[in-house]
């Protein structure tokens, strides 16, 4: 299935969603409670050094780092607007913090399964089960957890359409066909789910 | 109500096929993704409660873990970036996007072009700023001046919503939620 987490087990794996995220919580509270300066930075060092030393003791550091990517563009325009402005200590507290953040979530991500952070999302919606009933919404996410697969798919085979017929990229083109055919799945999902008895 | 879940659902999911296949590409060569697109079309085609609730859902689902960010990340790490903002927008942007094509008559495109305008601009980077701002250490000035850069792509992202919606309008009316 597509999903972050790690095939490879680690000891967290075992531990329970509510736990890793409560600790998660905790430890970005306490990441970003002291005010800029080298406190700040060694605390944040600290905490991404801890976090790489642990993704690698689990033998998922390649996959951890890799999580990294989103982070790069924002790293560069740091970088950039910090060595212009010279203050490069403020910069590099801002960047570690995030690193440090990003890389402890991704490390709760990576070991928890998506059903397990799932009935905690429905556990956590409980007060709302009277205007979103934990049921519709768990159908609503295995829906599309199927689905983006599948779609994922069908653009690949009218892309592929494509390029049968022009030697030009379809860039753009394919966007209305892949939104008529994501009305269609949808109308046969619904009948397949009325077919079952519906939403009750 | 089953067809109103699977809207919700497939939307979903039409957000994140959108941010995960780079040949979407606009300009060839560069990379603008058409994610934002998907919260613009969930408002124009789904109005703006069903709208709202499929990029809430999206957004719900990426953070679980699945990796259908644009680029192909997700977790909640993301919410240390300075995209913060784009996503906590998501939802609100479409509901408003969707509100605003419920409230017009006339042309399709026309209307789809205003919401979008409204909501996957104007709402999304009334959220996207303040996120950048807090995500990178940065002044609301500074964050919305570095904005500045995604606007044109942005305006390309609402020329093609209003097509697209038109195009569905056309060839499925009874599916443009927004209209019904």
């Known amino acids: ?200 | 109500m089953e067809r109103k879940l699977s809207y919700v659902a497939l939307f979903a999911a039409l957000i994140a096929v959108l941010g995960l296949i780079p040949r979407f590409e606009i300009i060839p060569g560069i990379g603008i993704t058409a994610q934002s697109m998907g919260v613009m079309l969930c408002g124009t085609v789904l109005g703006a409660r069903l709208g709202g609730l499929a990029a809430a859902l999206f957004v719900m689902v990426m953070l679980l873990g699945m990796p259908i960010w644009s680029g192909g990340v997700g977790g909640i790490g993301l919410l240390y970036t300075g995209k913060v903002g784009f996503i906590l927008g998501f939802a609100p942007a479409a509901f408003a996007c969707g509100w605003v094509m419920e409230r017009m008559r006339g042309s399709v495109p026309l209307a789809a072009a205003v919401a979008s305008v409204a909501g996957g601009m104007v709402v999304l980077y009334a959220f996207g700023i303040p996120g950048m701002a807090w995500g990178l250490g940065k002044t609301m000035g500074e964050a919305a001046a570095i904005s500045l850069a995604f606007i044109p792509g942005d305006l390309i992202k609402v020329v093609l919503t209003a097509m697209v919606t038109g195009a569905i309008a056309r060839a499925r009316p009874a599916a443009l939620l927004s209209r019904a």
């Open chain 1, 1 to 200: 299935m597509l999903s972050l987490t790690s095939p490879r087990l680690t000891p967290a794996h075992s531990w329970r969603a509510g736990s890793k995220f409560l600790a998660l919580a905790v430890l970005t509270v306490l990441l970003f409670a002291p005010p800029q300066g080298w406190f700040a930075l060694a605390l944040g060092l600290l905490v991404l050094g801890a976090a790489s030393a642990t993704a690698a003791s689990w033998g998922i550091f390649g996959a951890w780092a890799r999580l990294y990517r989103p982070l790069w563009p924002f790293a560069v325009l740091l970088m950039v607007w910090h060595g212009v402005t010279q203050t490069p200590l403020a910069g590099s507290v801002i960047l570690i913090r995030m690193a440090a953040a990003l890389g402890a979530a991704n490390l709760v991500t990576m070991t928890t399964r998506l059903i397990d952070l799932q009935a905690l999302v429905l556990w956590l919606a409980r007060p709302l089960a009277r205007i979103l009933p934990p049921k519709t919404l768990s159908l609503a996410i295995a829906l599309m957890i199927r689905f983006v697969p599948v779609m994922a798919e069908r653009a690949g085979l009218l892309t592929s359409a494509w390029k049968a017929r022009s030697a030009r990229p379809p860039r753009a083109r394919l966007i209305a066909p892949l939104a008529l055919c994501a009305l269609d799945d949808a109308d046969h999902a619904a009948e397949a789910l009325r077919a079952r008895g519906g939403v009750r």
